[in-house]
């Protein structure tokens, strides 16, 4: 059985056309297919017949990706970041701390090595003349006879007599 050439029909502006010259090969009938055909195109635009169970799966529908602009640094690093500043900064405020602290107590022991040579002259300037031997200047007083001692170092005196 001879086929006779079949002119193109024009479909919808876009859509592919049917062949214009007739196709060689073997024929199968309806009856013999063992699946379903369906139509795709093709090379050249023209419609290709293919079994169902021949294409591919359908292709795998993904979800439409976020395009906003992403932060210029990581909000992770940038509290990590801030996390170590601030360690630093707190230690560093420490370290200050015990610096102050360490001048308040050197402050303290000036102070106390002080006050501990004031107490040791004044204990110095009690004792020294019971140690050397002389006394307090004393005054004594007569009706009408003032008579002054006064006592130096080294066991010397002068006395006064009015």
Do not use: C, F, K
């Not at 500043?85 to 015990?98: E, F, I, K, T, V």
């Amino acid at each position: 059985m001879e086929q006779l050439p079949t002119p193109a029909v024009q479909g919808l502006p876009g859509w592919p056309t049917l062949p214009d010259a007739p196709l060689a090969g073997v024929v199968q009938l309806h009856g013999e297919q063992t699946g379903t055909v369906v139509y795709v195109p093709g090379p050249e635009g023209r419609m290709v017949a293919v079994l169902r169970e021949h294409l591919p799966a359908a292709p795998a529908v993904y979800q439409p990706r976020d395009l906003t602009p992403a932060p210029l640094l990581d909000p992770r690093a940038q509290r990590i970041a801030a996390g170590g500043l601030l360690a630093g900064g707190a230690g560093w405020g420490a370290g200050q701390l015990l610096i102050g602290a360490g001048q308040v107590v050197s402050a303290l022991a000036g102070v106390g090595s002080v006050v501990m040579w004031a107490a040791v002259a004044v204990v110095a300037s009690r004792l020294a003349p019971a140690l050397l031997g002389t006394g307090r200047t004393a005054t004594v007083h007569h009706h009408h006879t003032t008579v002054t001692n006064s006592a130096r170092w080294w066991g010397s005196s002068t006395t006064h007599v009015r």
